[in-house]
């Protein structure tokens, strides 16, 4: 593997655990409590966005390290990453199926997000971006 590009990984993936911590308030909170502050949601908003793109640049990363060509989409850098074993097959289902879907209606504003759904996918985001962390670092240390 091409050793600058994993240290750009690995600057990466410390910038995803960062941004991990700082959802990590506004998603513990009961939802009743999350709704009674107007910026949490919109905060919410962004650090998913955030936290799905960080995901498809170190999967793109990853793949050019690898020696692999760069990837048409970020669903196709995840598939791609699934294939060099990366990551599972249920780990690229949630984020081919959910995140990159709900990243898409917050940047292009496709349309209103309820805000429970969108408290509740940024959850399981935080957790499964968390294994994609973990999955990318086993990874790395690998090779």
Known sequence: MDRRTVEVIRKKLAYLEQILAEVAPYLRLRYEAYVKRPAYPRATERL???????????????LQASGRPAP??????????RELGVIDDELFKRFNRTYIGLRNRIVHDYEALDTRILFNSARRLRTDAAAFLRAVTRYLATR
């Open 72 to 81: 048409g989409s970020m669903r196709e850098a995840l598939s791609d990453i």
């Open 48 to 62: 998913v966005q955030i936290i799905v793109e960080a995901v498809g640049d170190t999967s793109e990363l990853l």
